[in-house]
């Protein structure tokens, strides 16, 4: 009898505990934020006020303490979150996390640098409930909506960007750089399966991904200067974004990183058609064997730095692991350099093709095989240390 009033108090007990779950959940990608993250809670939290929210941090495991930030705000309130990331790096993919990894009906997804309007977020929700649409996206470029303080240059890139995500999206949509917007999490998981998570702009993803067309609204908001921290966008930016249109625009037939590969083995191929020339410039077409080789070596040597640099961006190697990396990667593409350099000296001997084409064609022999061994064995589990 004892043991049955036990078991009685603790279920009872438990189902005093029960909550429900968030309403709605705010994403919030970071990176060396930790100056911000009181006043991003301050904001969400006042915006939100009478709402079951949660806030979710995920941070790609910042070296100023970011995610100790958050741990100490979080063992006050439940409803802050930290999901710190080691070892990955990346805007879209951290946002694909957060936003996975809560039970929420809508999710939204702003950024940490204050930069975002969070009074907005009541009208966002508030039009996902009411409205008719999927979607709810804080624009700059509607009326009321304004970049203010943004010099010539950024504002000339972000015009450009705009101009090619309007171009392949093929919608009225004004602003589809926003990474400030809501959306229902049902919408978002019927998706997931299909974004790049490549670049830094998940919402021109998350739209290109989507079988079904997305409703959606535009809502203004200003866009407010940076007060802590530095912008975070840089050449490998504007480089993933650029793989990410490619990759839509293609149906995601090729795999995202391989098409980055292969785009840096376009680069590879005129390093090597180049020395190549000069070799036999200066030494006369009896010395191929020897052009060949040299090429291949030189183009070999570039290749590896610019997809430590931008094909695997999210793994780059640093340190003695960069001489590593280099030495395994010329190790890997030794069997494909030799196709290269025997295939293009065979084609080249029979007399029935130039130079240019015999070196063509064994750059292509050796292209698959540098792929799959160096991904492994450069930059994946082989990599380690």
């Not at 490619?246 to 180049?274: C, Q, W």
Request: charged letters at 20%; glycine letters at 12%; one cysteine or more.
């Amino acid at each position: 009898m004892q043991v049955g009033n036990a078991s009685t108090s603790r279920s009872l007990a438990s189902e005093s505990d029960r909550r429900p779950g968030p309403l709605v959940a705010v994403v919030v990608p970071t990176f060396n934020e930790v100056s911000n993250i009181a006043r991003v809670v301050a904001g969400v939290e006042k915006a939100l006020s009478g709402t079951r929210w949660e806030l979710l941090f995920v941070d790609d495991d910042s070296r100023d303490g970011t995610a100790d930030a958050v741990r100490a705000l979080s063992a006050q309130d439940a409803r802050i979150r930290v999901l710190q990331r080691v070892g990955r790096r990346g805007l879209s993919s951290a946002c694909i996390e957060g936003m996975m990894a809560t039970s929420a009906t809508y999710i939204a997804v702003m950024d940490g640098d204050l930069q975002h309007d969070e009074s907005l977020l009541p009208a966002m929700l508030q039009t996902l409930e009411h409205g008719d649409c999927d979607l709810v996206i804080g624009s700059r470029y509607v009326d009321g909506g304004s970049t203010a303080g943004w010099d010539g240059r950024r504002q000339r890139i972000s015009d450009l960007a705009t101009s090619l995500g309007r171009l392949l999206l093929k919608r009225d949509l004004r602003d589809p750089m926003s990474g400030f917007f809501m959306l229902k999490a049902e919408v978002f998981r019927q998706c997931v399966g299909r974004l790049s998570g490549t670049g830094y702009k998940i919402l021109l993803d998350v739209l290109l991904s989507s079988e079904q067309s997305l409703r959606f609204k535009e809502l203004p908001y200003r866009f407010r200067s940076r007060r802590h921290g530095a912008s975070k966008l840089d050449s490998g930016v504007a480089w993933e974004y650029l793989l990410m249109l490619l990759h839509k625009a293609g149906g995601n037939r090729v795999p995202i990183r391989f098409l980055a590969f292969a785009l840096v083995g376009l680069v590879g191929v005129g390093v090597h058609m180049g020395v190549l020339a000069g070799v036999l410039l200066l030494t006369g077409q009896k010395f191929f064997l020897v052009g060949q080789t040299v090429a291949a070596l030189v183009a070999m040597s570039g290749n590896f730095h610019l997809n430590n640099i931008l094909t695997y961006r999210d793994r780059r190697l640093h340190g003695w692991r960069l001489l590593r990396g280099w030495a395994t990667f010329c190790l890997a593409c030794s069997i494909g350099g030799a196709g290269n350099v025997l295939a293009a000296d065979f084609l080249f001997s029979t007399g029935r093709v130039g130079w240019a084409t015999a070196a063509l064609a064994g750059i292509l022999v050796g292209a698959m095989w540098n792929y799959a061994s160096t991904s492994w064995l450069t930059w994946g589990r082989g990599s380690a240390s």
